[in-house]
C-alpha cells in the first residue's frame, strides 16, 4: 500500500511540474506537493478578491458572534472545502513540529501565537496565514519571500 501511495504521489508531482506556479508554492513552508497539487488542481485563485476569502472559502476562519456592538470570535468554522483546510493543517502542524529550531521570522511570529493562544490554536492560525499566502503566489508572479510574510 505505501508503494502505491508513493507511485501515486510521484505522478503527482510529475503533473504538477507543468504548472507554472507549482514551483513557487514548494517554496513555502507546510506546503508539499501533495498540498501544492491539491491547491493548484481545486482553487482558482482568480474567483477570490483576497486571501482571507480563499481563507474563508478553506474554513479557517473565526465563527463571528456579534451582537449588540460587541463581537466574539469563536472556533473556526470549517465551512467550506475540506480536503484542502485538513491538508493545510497538517502542513502547519509539520512546520509547529519544528519551531523552536528556527530563528527566522516565522519561528519568532509561531513562537509568540504558541505562548499568546497555545499549539492548537497557533496551528489554525499559520493554516490560515499559508493559505492567505497561497493565494497571493497564485495571483501575482512573484516568488515567496520569508521577510514578507512574516514580520
Known amino acids: 500500500m505505501n508503494e502505491h501511495i508513493s507511485t501515486l504521489t510521484q505522478e503527482i508531482a510529475a503533473l504538477c511540474q507543468q504548472q507554472t506556479r507549482y514551483k513557487a508554492l514548494l517554496a513555502i513552508p507546510g506546503v508539499e506537493p501533495l498540498i501544492a497539487a491539491a491547491f493548484l488542481s481545486e482553487v ?32 473556526m468554522t470549517k465551512n467550506g472545502n475540506r480536503g484542502l483546510r485538513t491538508l493545510i493543517i497538517q502542513g502547519a502542524r509539520a512546520v509547529i513540529r519544528f519551531v523552536q529550531k528556527r530563528n527566522d521570522g516565522l519561528g519568532r511570529w509561531l513562537t509568540g501565537v504558541i505562548e499568546r493562544r497555545g499549539k492548537m490554536k497557533a496551528t489554525v492560525a499559520l493554516a490560515n496565514k499559508l493559505t492567505r499566502i497561497v493565494w497571493r503566489l497564485l495571483v501575482e508572479p512573484v516568488g515567496f519571500n520569508m521577510n514578507k510574510a512574516f514580520k
Not at 49 to 64: D, E, H, V
Open 44 to 75: 482558482n485563485a482568480g474567483q477570490f478578491n483576497n486571501g482571507r476569502q480563499l481563507s474563508a472559502w478553506c474554513g479557517l476562519i473565526p465563527r463571528q458572534n456579534s451582537s449588540g456592538g460587541k463581537t466574539m470570535l469563536s472556533s
